[in-house]
């Protein structure tokens, strides 16, 4: 069964970063097509806005003259799913944008844009789709500015407040109560652990990954047809949840990481959040369990070269690498208590870090091995 890893996202932090300089195939190019009127004078606002943002979006994810500056505050990077998505490998500007339709919504001053972007093979002569995304553009005297659709897509969504969190919740699902109170719980927990109130979060609660892709704008994204569900964590404490549930405490565990710890080893930041909440529906205990019996059928396994948290490698539900930083976690916490636990989440290079509590590139493989026949020893009491 195909997977989607909660860390997309953490595509979600690692493209802002500067990104290395890139072969040009070609230079910023919007196509319009032939849908759209472009006589009209709002379209003309609307292309000239549009063409001046996507010819500048990939310079600031704090900034951009032709979006919103409030949705800055709401979403911290609010277009960061079109960040820097022209490059194809060492090729920048390989996906270009075509703008296909300029659409109508229930508010006059409000129109839906949508943007395609697709590269071309010269080789091949063939023609690949990478997104289609949609971006909300606003009509005011002082012009047209553009925001993220999320708030458009969810607006007819049910809004219900439990504790710290605010659920957002598709139409589609009923709301699950006892779900709710025990990810409140979970949240106590983790807050009593990090010596924190809890976190003001927003939870939206969608069926499937397509229909957690459409609300954060897209029309076409690989990814939301691949089979299971998963979610992310956005920054500004938003989480994204593809599994029909209003209990994700893996994604919750993310946004109090990020709170406290932004030059975390995405290693550790994976392994902590397994290690606190599990993965997807199943909880730490029960991937632990899980990789035991796996490992025991497949010895020749060297856990030591699966240390990418992104790597695809799976034993039935359990990731494999987010295990191995969910057992350094749980080792660590065993034998050094919780303040080596959170060292881990210090900036500094991983195998300084993996150093400091004993394990090394020689003897990981053997120490993991080890934590595994062991009963687990949890930090927080988390839920199954």
Same mark, same amino acid.
């Given at each position: 069964?195909?997977?989607?890893?909660?860390?997309?996202?953490?595509?979600?932090?690692?493209?802002?970063?500067?990104?290395?300089?890139?072969?040009?195939?070609?230079?910023?190019?919007?196509?319009?097509?032939?849908?759209?009127? /472009?006589?009209?004078?709002?379209? /003309?606002?609307?292309?000239?806005?549009?063409?001046?943002?996507?010819?500048?979006?990939?310079?600031?994810?704090?900034?951009?003259?032709?979006?919103?500056?409030?949705?800055?505050?709401?979403?911290? &990077?609010?277009?960061?799913?079109?960040?820097?998505?022209?490059?194809?490998?060492?090729?920048?500007?390989?996906?270009?944008?075509?703008?296909?339709?300029?659409?109508?919504?229930?508010?006059?001053?409000?129109?839906?844009?949508?943007?395609?972007?697709?590269?071309?093979?010269?080789?091949?002569?063939?023609?690949?789709?990478?997104?289609?995304?949609?971006?909300? $553009?606003?009509?005011?005297?002082?012009?047209?500015?553009?925001?993220?659709?999320?708030?458009?897509?969810?607006?007819?969504?049910?809004?219900?407040?439990?504790?710290?969190?605010?659920?957002?919740?598709?139409?589609?699902?009923?709301?699950?109560?006892?779900?709710?109170?025990?990810?409140?719980?979970?949240?106590?927990?983790?807050? $009593?652990?990090?010596?924190?109130?809890? =976190?003001?979060?927003?939870?939206?609660?969608?069926?499937? =990954?397509? *229909?957690?892709?459409?609300?954060?704008?897209?029309?076409?994204?690989?990814?939301?047809?691949?089979?299971?569900?998963?979610?992310?964590?956005?920054?500004?404490?938003?989480?994204?949840?593809?599994?029909?549930?209003?209990?994700?405490?893996?994604?919750?565990?993310?946004?109090?990481?990020?709170?406290?710890?932004?030059?975390?080893?995405?290693?550790?930041? *994976?392994?902590? $959040?397994?290690?606190?909440?599990?993965?997807?529906?199943?909880?730490?205990?029960?991937?632990?369990?899980?990789?035991?019996?796996?490992? $025991? *059928?497949?010895?020749?396994?060297?856990?030591?070269?699966?240390?990418?948290?992104?790597?695809? &490698?799976?034993?039935?539900?359990?990731?494999?690498?987010?295990?191995?930083?969910?057992?350094?976690?749980?080792?660590?916490?065993?034998?050094?208590?919780?303040?080596?636990?959170?060292?881990? =989440? *210090?900036?500094?290079?991983?195998?300084?870090?993996?150093?400091?509590?004993?394990?090394?590139?020689?003897?990981?493989?053997?120490?993991?091995?080890?934590?595994? =026949?062991?009963?687990?020893?949890?930090?927080?009491?988390?839920?199954?």
């Amino acid at each position: 069964m195909t997977r989607f890893s909660c860390l997309i996202f953490l595509l979600i932090c690692c493209c802002c970063n500067p990104a290395e300089k890139k072969e040009s195939s070609s230079t910023f190019n919007l196509t319009i097509s032939s849908t759209v009127d /472009q006589e009209a004078q709002i379209n /003309q606002e609307i292309i000239k806005t549009l063409r001046g943002f996507l010819s500048t979006k990939n310079k600031s994810n704090y900034e951009n003259t032709y979006w919103s500056s409030d949705d800055f505050d709401t979403y911290w &990077f609010p277009y960061q799913d079109i960040y820097r998505i022209e490059d194809k490998d060492s090729i920048s500007n390989f996906y270009q944008p075509t703008l296909l339709h300029i659409v109508d919504t229930d508010e006059e001053n409000k129109k839906l844009i949508k943007v395609a972007y697709i590269g071309h093979n010269t080789a091949t002569e063939e023609n690949t789709l990478k997104y289609i995304y949609n971006i909300l $553009a606003t009509k005011s005297d002082s012009g047209v500015v553009l925001s993220n659709s999320t708030q458009y897509f969810t607006k007819d969504w049910k809004k219900i407040e439990k504790g710290s969190l605010s659920y957002v919740i598709s139409p589609n699902k009923e709301f699950n109560e006892q779900e709710a109170e025990k990810q409140i719980k979970d949240i106590e927990k983790i807050s $009593a652990f990090f010596n924190t109130e809890p =976190l003001p979060i927003t939870y939206y609660s969608c069926t499937n =990954l397509k *229909e957690l892709f459409q609300i954060k704008g897209f029309d076409y994204n690989p990814i939301m047809y691949r089979e299971g569900g998963g979610g992310l964590s956005a920054r500004q404490n938003i989480v994204f949840s593809a599994n029909s549930s209003e209990f994700y405490t893996h994604e919750i565990m993310h946004l109090y990481i990020i709170a406290f710890y932004y030059s975390r080893a995405q290693l550790f930041n *994976e392994g902590m $959040a397994t290690y606190f909440g599990g993965s997807r529906k199943y909880s730490y205990t029960w991937h632990k369990k899980n990789l035991k019996t796996y490992l $025991a *059928e497949n010895p020749e396994i060297d856990l030591s070269l699966h240390l990418e948290p992104f790597e695809r &490698f799976f034993a039935g539900e359990t990731s494999i690498p987010y295990m191995i930083g969910a057992l350094i976690c749980e080792r660590t916490f065993r034998l050094y208590g919780k303040e080596k636990l959170l060292a881990l =989440l *210090e900036k500094g290079e991983m195998w300084d870090l993996l150093n400091d509590v004993g394990l090394t590139k020689e003897n990981l493989n053997t120490e993991l091995r080890k934590e595994l =026949l062991l009963p687990p020893t949890l930090a927080i009491a988390n839920s199954d």
